[in-house]
T-cell receptor
Framework: QKEVEQNSGPLSVPEGAIASLNCTYS??????FFWYRQYSGKSPELIMF????GDKEDGRFTAQLNKASQYVSLLIRDSQPSDSATYLC?????????FGTGTSLTVIP | EAGVAQSPRYKIIEKRQSVAFWCNPI?????LYWYQQILGQGPKLLIQ????????DSQLPKDRFSAERLKGVDSTLKIQPAKLEDSAVYLC????????????????FGNGTRLTVT
């Protein structure tokens, strides 16, 4: 099993703040990186993906990738209570999608 | 576009009984995955199919779990006999085609089957 590590949290931020979620991975051959959001009792849903070093922005979400450090992060700007969920990092060394344990985020109104 | 369909949504069985789950992937998706997600953990890959062939089943407990995708579309996952530790959500997912070098080919998940073994 490839290693994908996340801080399990819980992470609490006030409404309107920036939430920062981090993920490290062990397989240097990994090509693609995905962030999924999972609400309690629901299945994971894709937020965004990244495969080039640097930043990728999509609305309030920014994914950051540093392959040299084997590190990927997700920033959520202007956090809303509806962002409260578990965020799963997934790493793809060749379309085999290994998941971390997830970080639980709570946005406090 | 219809999503990944799974059934049943919930199942409660006693240990040593058998159970089967069904999955229908998104139309045109060649790759199908079964994941096990235990409460508080991330999804763990059990088996991956490419069309009707197995790509990876290294983490499938083959003494009790079996899966098939005979016609390269629908898939079933079976547990026989079930153990208490099999209580989990079983997620089916599909993606376009893992053999293509498509970096933005994400997984699409079904709603899952929540299994409780008593």
């Amino acid at each position: 099993q490839k290693e994908v590590e996340q801080n399990s949290g819980p992470l609490s931020v006030p409404e309107g703040a920036i939430a920062s979620l981090n993920c490290t991975y062990s397989d240097r051959g990994s090509q693609s990186f995905f962030w999924y959001r999972q609400y309690s009792g629901k299945s994971p849903e894709l937020i965004m993906f990244i495969y080039s070093n640097g930043d990728k922005e999509d609305g309030r979400f920014t994914a950051q990738l540093n392959k040299a450090s084997q590190y990927v992060s997700l920033l959520i700007r202007d956090s809303q209570p509806s962002d409260s969920a578990t965020y799963l990092c997934a790493v793809d060394p060749g379309n085999q999608f290994y998941f971390g344990t997830g970080t639980s985020l709570t946005v406090i109104p | 576009e219809a999503g990944v369909a799974q059934s049943p949504r919930y199942k409660i069985i006693e240990k040593r009984q058998s159970v089967a789950f069904w999955c229908n992937p998104i139309s045109g998706h060649a790759t199908l995955y079964w994941y096990q997600q235990i409460l508080g953990q991330g999804p763990k890959l059990l088996i991956q199919f490419q069309n009707n062939g197995v790509v990876d089943d290294s983490q499938l407990p083959k003494d009790r779990f079996s899966a098939e995708r005979l016609k390269g579309v629908d898939s079933t996952l079976k547990i026989q006999p079930a153990k208490l530790e099999d209580s989990a959500v079983y997620l089916c997912a599909s993606s376009l085609d893992y053999t293509r070098v498509v970096y933005n080919s994400p997984l699409h998940f079904g709603n899952g089957t929540r299994l409780t073994v008593t």
